[in-house]
């Protein structure tokens, strides 16, 4: 049994149960059926990416101790950072598409799997050369989760609430990583847990986890239901590599999917320069102990849900479905707070917490609109995992800036002028948001998807 809505999608669950003159309200034990199934999927799917982040956070957990140590230097902790960068933007950019025409289930699982091996093997290995290839690997299997849930999120979710479902479904990584970064912190700097080892507990116990939550998410989750999911995958086995090609080209035709990927890309400079290196700035500038700056830190993420959740309504509800009004004023927020950051630091504890708080609320806003819900405006269900993968590689450009903007320009002249960096970054992708806002770009015909 198929319903059509008016945008001529057939779908079997969107309006189920939904109230108000156009609704079809459909009753009885398909409906609840139908509520299960999506309740299913967006928890599994919301815990699957939450659970990356367990090999993900653990590594700014670790790097004061690893510099602390004499393991690695911070250039070389800044090319090890690199490095998974560089495999993580790669496998999103090329890979994105493959969640279009593959099993999203089979590929995020086995994402997992290769995250997890490489970041248990991390544990074993204190050298150079070793460590930056297991970043590597780490680095493809994570890029394998965000294009392949969010074509998962797009086949199960259709488009009249898109900005709000993403948005709670998007806090996935803002409490996934304050949830990773917590249990990190606290595995390395626990007394009594596996006493005999130090730094290399943030990368067995964190990697273990992973391995089973990949075995949970495998075993609950469905790539669509069962009559879509059928008419997709023939779908995707008549299209020609041409055709492939042919959507792609498309897509990068529109102006607005270039603006969404520039906004990710500058916003992800400053996100993971905050996730990364926020420990490093109270212990090093600060004289935070460990515990305290991996603790407080994680107020970034925690807080951050707020600013995703907010950013989500406001498109759906304030800004009628479009992303950049919000992502423009949450970004001018974002450079007053970096601007007054560091003052707001050195007066204590409490100011420094409202204002890693703040960080989080202004950073995370925009980012979940940029790689959720306008990555899925985009895309729609055909091209989501590849307008997805485009925009969050591109974004994932700004994380290989990251750590050598900050390692680079930290020793030479120090943290103060590194939040002013940021303070210009914000203004200009604000800028930008509002030039195309101006200019109507996201309202244009050509914003939806044309398939060959």
């Known amino acids: 049994m198929t319903l059509k809505h008016e945008d001529g999608t057939l779908s079997l669950w969107a309006r189920c149960g939904k109230r108000g003159q156009d609704a079809l309200v459909i009753q009885g034990p398909l409906c609840e059926l139908v509520r299960t199934q999506r309740a299913r999927i967006f928890a599994v799917t919301w815990l699957a990416y939450a659970a990356f982040y367990l090999c993900r956070k653990n590594l700014s957990v670790a790097i004061p101790a690893l510099e602390a140590s004499g393991v690695f230097t911070r250039y070389q902790l800044a090319d090890i950072l690199f490095a998974y960068s560089l495999a993580y933007t790669a496998g999103q950019l090329f890979g994105g598409s493959l969640s279009d025409r593959f099993s ?30 297991l970043a590597v690997i780490n680095g493809a299997g994570q890029s394998m989760g965000w294009p392949g849930l969010v074509k998962n999120m797009a086949s199960w979710f259709d488009a009249t609430r898109r900005g709000t479902v993403m948005a709670w479904w998007s806090t996935n990584y803002v409490l996934g990583g304050f949830l990773a970064t917590v249990f990190a912190t606290w595995v390395i700097v626990h007394p009594t847990l596996l006493s005999v080892w130090k730094w290399q507990r943030a990368f067995w116990l964190p990697s273990t986890l992973l391995s089973a939550i990949a075995l949970i998410f495998f075993a609950f989750d469905r790539d669509g239901p069962k009559e879509e999911q059928a008419q997709a995958e023939q779908e995707a086995r008549q299209l020609t590599a041409s055709d ?50 991996g603790y407080l830190s994680s107020l970034y993420e925690l807080v951050g849900f707020g600013g995703a959740l907010a950013a989500g309504y406001l498109s759906d509800r304030a800004a009628h479905g479009k992303r950049l009004p919000v992502a423009c004023l949450m970004q001018a927020g974002l450079a007053c707070v970096c601007f007054l950051y560091t003052g707001m630091a050195a007066a204590g504890g409490w100011w420094n917490a409202l204002g890693v708080a703040l960080a989080g609320i202004f950073t995370y806003g925009p980012d979940t609109l940029m790689q959720g819900a306008a990555a899925q405006d985009v895309g729609e269900r055909e091209l989501a995992a590849t ?37 210009f970054i914000a203004m200009f992708s604000a800028s930008v948001n509002a030039w195309a806002w101006w200019r109507g770009y996201e309202g244009r015909a050509d914003a939806g998807t044309t398939t060959a």
Do not use: E
């Open 104 to 133: 999203p289930r089979r590929l995020v699982t086995t994402g997992m799997l290769l995250s997890a091996a490489a970041t248990f093997a991390m544990g074993f290995s204190g050298l150079y050369s070793p460590f930056i290839a």
């Open 244 to 293: 492939r090609r042919g959507n792609y080209i498309r897509l990068l035709k529109r102006p607005i999917v270039w603006v969404f990927a520039l906004t990710a890309a500058l916003l992800k400079i400053v996100r993971y320069s905050f996730l990364f290196w926020l420990p490093l700035y109270m212990t090093d500038q600060l004289r935070y102990r460990m515990s305290d700056a």
């Open 387 to 423: 307008a997805s993968g485009f925009i969050s590689g591109s974004a994932s450009v700004g994380q290989l800036l990251s750590p050598y903007l900050v390692a680079g320009l930290t020793k030479a002249a120090g943290w103060n002028r590194l939040f002013l960096i940021f303070v």
